[in-house]
T-cell receptor, first 112, second 116 residues
Framework: GEDVEQSLFLSVREGDSSVINCTYTDSSSTYLYWYKQEPGAGLQLLTYIFSNMDMKQDQRLTVLLNKKDKHLSLRIADTQTGDSAIYFCAVGLYGNTGKLIFGQGTTLQVKP | ETGVTQTPRHLVMGMTNKKSLKCEQHLGHNAMYWYKQSAKKPLELMFVYNFKEQTENNSVPSRFSPECPNSSHLFLHLHTLQPEDSALYLC???????????????FGPGTRLTVL
């Protein structure tokens, strides 16, 4: 079955760029998503990219997709303390199942 | 209200209790989802409803019983739960259930469930 892997923890200094990485196994992915979860809250959709795109930029967020290597990354420019949260990568599969396969989440710690 | 709302936000119940979780979406979507989020485990999809019809039951024990009376409301009825069922239960909705952009899922804040 589909497997999505993320590193568990990333620590950066305020003002630096953060890069959160994700790898997946299924080549029949369609859309790939990044969600943010703050303590005690649900998942907030940050951005998503269609699998035939290489890059998508949205203000401070840049998503890069290397479909050959099945690698997705989220870059946050000028990281702020408010960006501290858990970031989940999710992969949508081809077909009519509605399923998203989630990684285990990367905890981003931003130090002042 | 906008987006996806869930009530209650916190619930403590004994193993012999019966309770229900409620989810409501104000996005005009047609698909709704229940997920379970446990500590140190990936998000687990439990149930999928599309146009009020259940299309996915991800081998969920029968002590969890979903109900979708219309496209805007989703319930999860709980009875005789176990302590290992303690988790954050998240509801989500999407425009429809598909492999395309219409499947982009929007989440509620979750219900933190503790089973004693």
């Amino acid at each position: 079955g589909e497997d999505v892997e993320q590193s568990l923890f990333l620590s950066v200094r305020e003002g630096d760029s953060s890069v959160i990485n994700c790898t997946y196994t299924d080549s029949s992915s369609t859309y790939l998503y990044w969600y943010k979860q703050e303590p005690g809250a649900g998942l907030q959709l940050l951005t998503y990219i269609f699998s035939n795109m290489d890059m998508k930029q949205d203000q401070r967020l840049t998503v890069l997709l290397n479909k050959k290597d099945k690698h997705l990354s989220l870059r946050i420019a000028d990281t702020q303390t408010g960006d501290s949260a858990i970031y989940f990568c999710a992969v949508g599969l081809y077909g009519n199942t509605g399923k998203l396969i989630f990684g285990q989440g990367t905890t981003l710690q931003v130090k002042p | 209200e906008t987006g996806v709302t869930q009530t209650p936000r916190h619930l403590v119940m004994g193993m012999t209790n019966k309770k229900s979780l409620k989810c409501e979406q104000h996005l005009g979507h047609n698909a709704m989802y229940w997920y379970k989020q446990s500590a140190k485990k990936p998000l687990e999809l439990m149930f999928v409803y599309n146009f009020k019809e259940q299309t996915e039951n991800n081998s969920v024990p029968s002590r969890f019983s979903p109900e979708c009376p219309n496209s805007s409301h989703l319930f999860l009825h709980l009875h005789t739960l176990q302590p290992e069922d303690s988790a954050l239960y998240l509801c989500a909705s999407s425009q429809e259930k598909s492999g395309g952009a219409e499947n982009t899922q929007y989440f509620g804040p979750g219900t933190r469930l503790t089973v004693l």
